[in-house]
């Protein structure tokens, strides 16, 4: 019954792999993000889908390539790891256009490089 | 873009006093001031909100004040309990981008 949910939930890797990390939400929200989070707690806005079209791309290496099927989904994919990615990664949604309603977070993913 | 300051980065208080968060946000067409709470190992929950349109809003223990002039708002808890420690996270937005403060780590001491 989870709003928000994200897949895998902890995630070990070595550099240079590529890995995913699945987002569903059951909400009817139009709206997705993926925000990073790194060990000193800040949270930093990556990608932002509404109905499935990008509309907040900051400044994040061309690795990482979010990809929203529908609007209930947005997978983000990371190629070629490096250990500064380390970080736990939260999807959230939102019912309006980001700026307007409240974020619904994820349990969010911790990623490790090694 | 926007640019939020979140102060202090951490506070200790004993139970039972009040604690007061602030932040400042660069961008006065900023429309749109939550705080979130972030308990260790958990997801960010909204505890309260804020728009540009109100100046002060509260719910039972926790209280938000906004001055447009000054471009600042802060979060202010009363009557602290030990399960309000946490990470707090005030945030601004403005035209679909929302900027999250560096977060503050409260403690209360019982």
């Known amino acids: 019954d989870t709003a928000v949910s994200q897949t895998p939930k902890y995630l070990v890797t070595q550099m240079g792999n590529d890995k995913s990390i699945k987002c569903e939400q059951n909400?009817?929200?139009?709206?997705m993000y993926w925000y990073k989070q790194d060990s000193k707690k800040f949270l930093k806005i990556m990608f932002s889908y509404n109905n499935k079209e990008l509309i907040i791309n900051e400044t994040v290496p061309n690795r990482f390539s979010p990809k929203s099927p529908d609007k209930a989904h947005l997978n983000l994919h990371i190629n070629s790891l490096e250990l500064g990615d380390s970080a736990v990664y939260f999807c959230?949604?939102?019912?309006?256009?980001?700026?307007?309603?409240?974020?619904?977070f994820g349990e969010g993913s911790r990623l490790t490089v090694l | 873009g926007e640019n939020v300051e979140q102060h202090p980065s951490t506070l200790s208080v004993q139970e039972g006093d009040s604690a007061v968060i602030k932040c400042t946000y660069s961008?006065?067409?900023?429309?749109?001031f939550p705080w979130y709470k972030q308990e260790l190992g958990k997801r960010p929950q909204l505890i309260i909100d804020?728009?540009?349109?109100?100046g002060e809003k509260k719910d039972q223990r926790i209280a938000v004040t906004l001055n447009k002039t000054a471009k600042h708002f802060s979060l202010h808890i009363t009557e602290t309990q030990p399960e309000d420690s946490a990470v707090y996270f005030c945030a601004a937005s403005l035209n679909n981008d929302m900027r999250f403060g560096a977060g503050t780590r409260l403690t209360v001491k019982p």
């Open positions: 959230a949604s939102s019912q309006e256009v980001l700026g307007t309603g409240e974020l619904f």
């Open positions: 804020i728009r540009s349109n109100v």
């Open positions: 961008d006065s067409a900023s429309n749109y």
């Open positions: 909400l009817g929200h139009d709206t």
